[in-house]
């Protein structure tokens, strides 16, 4: 595992346990900031399987992926890398339909982790899948500070939980694969967590104690460089930002993990116009208030002295989640100042609304028929 606060190049896996909302874009966004302050970034897109990274940057998919690093012995990962229309921007495409991350062999993981510690750039960005399958969860690993995204909606905040959950337990798999006692305990206390009981790590760290006191205290301190950075996407309003407050609480309390905060952007319906546009948001809607908050955080990761640690005048504020509040707040204003400028926001999602309640007359009209029809016995009519 790199820990990002030692070297100079930093590997960010971006990963959230959810589909849909928002790693490519952000992976891309953010790689895109960086590479406009100067710094060399070459991004990479690991969602095997559902790979889009090539839509975002608006380039056509046409060359050669993961797929044939891992099919071909002769192929070397950097022999992949290919330039983007923006300076400083390099990327490594994935294989659409190819590969399902999930399904590839423990040797293609290791070819494809060992490969990319050998890549050369200030920022390696890696864009991951959804789900928290192993495969997912040791490419996250890869260093010690990936980011989770979080929409503002209970189903993202429990993957999110999941997915963090998952990766403590797999960081202590493998902090202690050597060892069969410590093995044999983590494997019968994981499997016996019943869902909707969160296993407390620090339970699990006084389990280990009683029989290997050391180990305990080892895994204590590993666990402290563990420091997954947080960006919340989508929001609608600043109090969003308190559903991931309460995620936050519940890890840091139970996983005995810390989290730090690297912003919070906006839903804004001209993010799909741009991708359908095959013009990155940054570049189509640089004066918005979501681009602005995109280029905020990678200002932050830009000039962060012990990365993932957020850059904050820290006489003012306790946490960089503090720090997302005030600034969404801010930029709540500023949205509302320019009269919501995406004014066809409420439109699209009115639109939206009237399809779903169209589809749910049709489809009761359909049960109805059915129901009245002769022979049904129902004796239902319209
Ligand atoms: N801040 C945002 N505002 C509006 N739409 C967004 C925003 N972020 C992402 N989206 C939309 O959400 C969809 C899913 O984004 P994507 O990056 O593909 O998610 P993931 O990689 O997590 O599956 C895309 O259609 C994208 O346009
Ligand atoms: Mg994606």
């Not at 930093?10 to 953010?30: Q, R």
């Not at 690991?46 to 891992?70: A, E, R, V």
């Not at 908050?293 to 200002?299: V, W």
Request: charged fraction near 25%; aromatic fraction near 8%.
């Amino acid at each position: 595992m790199v820990i990002n606060e030692n070297v100079e190049r930093k590997i960010i896996p971006v990963a959230g346990g959810k589909g849909g909302v928002g790693k490519s874009f952000l992976s891309t966004s953010i790689a895109l900031s960086l590479a406009t302050v100067g710094k060399r970034v070459l991004l990479i897109d690991l969602d095997l399987g559902g790979s889009n990274i090539h839509t975002w940057l608006g380039m056509k998919n046409s060359n050669p992926g993961i797929g044939m690093f891992l099919n071909n012995k002769t192929t070397i990962l950097s022999d992949l890398i290919v330039d983007t229309p923006y300076a400083n921007l390099q990327f490594i495409p994935g294989d659409v339909m190819r590969f399902d991350l999930a399904n590839i062999t423990f040797a293609q993981k290791k070819k494809i982790m060992k490969a990319i510690l050998n890549l050369d750039a200030d920022y390696i960005i890696i864009d991951l899948g959804a789900g928290c399958n192993h495969n997912v969860i040791d490419f996250f690993l890869i260093s010690n500070s990936g980011f989770m995204v979080i929409t503002p909606e209970t189903t993202s905040i429990l993957n999110t939980y999941m997915f963090a959950r998952n990766t403590v337990y797999r960081f202590l798999q493998r902090l202690f694969s050597n060892e069969k006692d410590i093995m044999k305990y983590l494997k019968n206390t994981i499997k016996d967590n019943v869902p909707g009981d969160p296993q407390n790590v620090e339970s699990l760290l006084s389990g280990i104690a009683e029989f290997n006191k050391e180990a305990a205290e080892k895994a204590k301190n590993y666990l402290s460089i563990l420091t997954p950075g947080i960006i919340i996407n989508m929001a609608e309003e600043p109090d969003d930002i308190n559903m991931v407050i309460a995620l936050r609480g519940l890890i840091e309390k139970n996983l005995n993990i810390e989290l730090e905060c690297l912003g919070l952007i906006f839903f804004d319906s001209d993010v799909k116009k741009s991708l359908r546009e095959r013009i990155p948001h940054l570049v189509e809607n640089n004066d918005s208030v979501s681009a602005s908050q995109i280029f905020r955080i990678a200002q932050k990761i830009a000039l962060s002295e012990n990365f993932p640690e957020m850059p904050y005048d820290k006489s003012e504020f306790e946490s960089s989640f503090d720090i997302t509040e005030v600034e969404a707040e801010n930029d709540f204003e500023l949205l509302k100042s320019k009269g919501f400028s995406n004014d066809d926001y409420d439109v699209e999602k009115l639109l939206d609304l009237v399809k779903k309640q169209r589809d749910m007359i049709a489809e009761l009209q359909g049960t109805i028929k059915m129901l009245s029809s002769p022979g049904s016995g129902s004796g239902f009519s319209f």
